[in-house]
C-alpha cells in the first residue's frame, strides 16, 4: 500500500522536493485527523471503517452514512474534510486513501507521503483485522441459520467435500465408502444447523460421486480401447509388408531407383547386393513380427 501511495501522488508534490532543505518535522497527530475525517467515518460504531473506507474492498461496504461521523475527538475544521469533499471522494479504499493522502499533505505543512504511510497503514491494518473478526462472526451467524435452508447446507457441504484435501473434484480420492465417509462426517460438523437435511443431502452427493466415477471409468476405457486399436491396426499393417517378402523388395527396388548410378542393372550385381544389404533390416523385423 505504501508503494502505491507513494508512486500515485509523488508527481504532485512541490516542484522543488527534490532540492535539499532542513528537515522539518510533520505533525502526525493532525496528518491522521485529516486521514481519519475521510477513512474513520462513525469508527465509534464501526471499528472496520478505515479497512473499508481506505483499505480493501474486500473487507466489504461501509454502513450507509447517516450523518453522524465519530472520528478523532478535537478534529480542526482545518484540517478535515467537508461533507461537500467527502461527496466527491473517491469510493474505491486505495484510490480513497490516495486521494485523502494527497489531499492531507497539502493541508497539513511538512508532511510528506511517507509520513502518512508510515503512521497510518498501522490504523488501517488494525481496521482490518477488526473488519476480518466481524466477517467471521458474520460466517457463522450464516451457518447457524441454515436450518430452513436445505440448498445452502448442500452447496457448502458439498463444496467441502469436492475440496483437493478431500474427495477432490473428481471424487479420486474417494472411490471407496469408507473414504467418502470420512471425509462427509468432516464436513457435516463444519457446517451447523443441517442436522434436518444431512441423511438426503448424503445421498444425493453419493449419487453424484457414483456417477462421476462410472463416466470417469467409462472415458478411460475408451481411451485405452482407443490405443490397443490403434496399435492393433499398425502391426498389421507391418505384418502385411512381410507377406511373400514384398516390403523387402520394394526397398530394394526404391534403393536401386534411387541411389544406384546403374539402378542395379544386368552386369552390374555389386549395387544389387549393396540395396539387398540396405534393406535387410526388413529380415530383422518380419523375423520378429512372425
Known amino acids: 500500500m505504501k508503494k502505491y501511495i507513494f508512486n500515485f501522488i509523488i508527481c504532485a508534490l512541490i516542484p522543488g522536493f527534490a532540492i535539499a532543505a532542513p528537515a522539518k518535522k ?5 496528518l491522521n485527523k485529516c486521514l481519519d475525517s475521510a477513512c474513520a467515518i462513525n469508527i465509534s460504531t464501526n471499528p ?3 479497512c473499508q473506507y481506505c483499505g480493501t474492498s474486500s473487507a466489504g461496504t461501509p454502513p450507509t452514512d447517516t450523518g453522524i461521523r465519530s ?47 508510515d503512521n497510518y497503514d498501522k490504523l488501517i491494518e488494525q481496521s482490518c483485522t477488526a473488519a476480518g ?7 457463522l451467524h450464516n451457518k447457524m441459520s441454515k436450518s430452513a435452508n436445505k440448498s445452502a447446507c448442500h452447496a457448502d457441504i458439498l463444496s467441502c467435500i469436492m475440496d483437493e484435501k478431500h474427495c477432490g473434484p473428481d471424487y479420486s480420492t474417494c472411490k471407496e465408502d469408507a473414504d467418502f465417509n470420512k471425509f462427509f462426517a468432516a464436513c457435516s460438523v463444519q457446517n ?60 530394394i527396388k526404391s534403393v536401386c531407383e534411387r541411389s544406384m548410378a ?29
Open 26 to 30: 510533520c505533525s502526525v497527530a493532525n
Open 48 to 50: 472496520a471503517a478505515r
Open 71 to 117: 472520528v478523532s475527538v478535537g478534529t480542526s475544521a482545518k484540517y478535515s474534510f467537508t461533507n461537500k469533499e467527502l461527496k466527491n471522494a473517491p469510493t474505491d479504499p486505495g484510490e480513497r486513501y490516495a486521494w485523502a493522502t494527497r489531499e492531507c499533505i497539502k493541508r497539513v505543512v511538512d508532511c510528506t507521503p511517507d509520513d502518512a504511510t
Open 133 to 139: 473478526i466481524n466477517a467471521q462472526m458474520d460466517s
Open 192 to 251: 451447523n444447523g443441517c442436522d434436518d437435511y444431512i441423511t438426503a443431502i448424503r445421498d444425493e452427493i453419493i449419487s453424484t460421486r457414483n456417477n462421476i466415477i462410472q463416466n470417469t471409468d467409462t472415458a478411460i476405457n475408451a481411451i485405452v480401447a482407443s490405443y490397443q486399436n490403434t496399435r492393433t491396426a499398425q502391426l498389421q499393417n507391418a505384418k502385411s509388408v512381410c507377406d511373400g517378402d514384398s516390403g523387402r523388395q520394394s526397398c
Open 262 to 290: 546403374n539402378k542395379c542393372a544386368a552386369g552390374f550385381d555389386d549395387e544389387k547386393s549393396m540395396a539387398t544389404q540396405l534393406c535387410k533390416f526388413y529380415d530383422l523385423a518380419c523375423a520378429v513380427l512372425k
